[in-house]
């Protein structure tokens, strides 16, 4: 479920003229169901969340979409490479997820928002777009409390509790976030 009132805090975290610029190049992609996920809009919240007037720095930037007519990765690469030129020193990955099914040994997705529901955390689960009127929307199968109360929970649908755990501490979160808490 998500409110009203979180999904407005989100959009507020998230003003800011270099992501309208990145939300633009992903909506002039015209990618079904296409958004900028995971660590873009975490990261950002929970720096948002800690006081950090500097944002950490992020891996890359990820794009997902769902197209079951064309899921090659040669053309999720082709994708980056238009994204990378338009911003050099940018790390775009592009992913269809109408295809990670395939990668995580599970059933085929319906959507967007399906695939996203099987992502480790819950926290990581939410994604932004553009709409053709400017204004931003948010997905989050799991909806926005975990995140903005800086819970880190395994999403409910991701079986692997053992991966779940080593990713939180690969990825240093709580060092990089000390407010964070992780639940069982």
């Not at 553009?130 to 989050?140: A, F, G, K, S």
Request: aromatic residues 8%; hydrophobic residues 35%; charged residues 30%.
């Amino acid at each position: 479920m998500k409110s009203e009132e979180d999904v407005l805090r989100i959009i507020q975290y998230m003003n800011d003229p270099q992501v309208l610029e990145d939300l633009r190049y992903v909506r002039e992609l015209r990618l079904p169901q296409g958004c900028i996920a995971a660590g873009y809009v975490r990261n950002r919240v929970w720096d948002k969340l800690h006081g950090y007037t500097t944002l950490t720095p992020l891996n890359d930037i990820d794009v997902i979409y769902f197209d079951p007519k064309n899921t090659l990765e040669e053309r999720d690469e082709h994708l980056e490479l238009s994204l990378n030129r338009k911003q050099a020193g940018r790390n775009w990955s592009v992913k269809n997820q109408a295809r990670m099914h395939l990668r995580n040994g599970t059933a085929p997705y319906a959507s967007v928002e399906d695939a996203m529901s099987r992502w480790p955390e819950t926290a990581t689960a939410v994604a932004i777009r553009l709409n053709d009127e400017d204004q931003m929307e948010v997905v989050c199968p799991h909806g926005l409390k975990d995140l903005l109360d800086m819970r880190v929970r395994q999403s409910p649908l991701f079986r692997h509790t053992t991966a779940f755990r080593q990713r939180v501490f690969e990825k240093q979160w709580l060092d990089n976030w000390p407010l964070l808490m992780l639940e069982n």
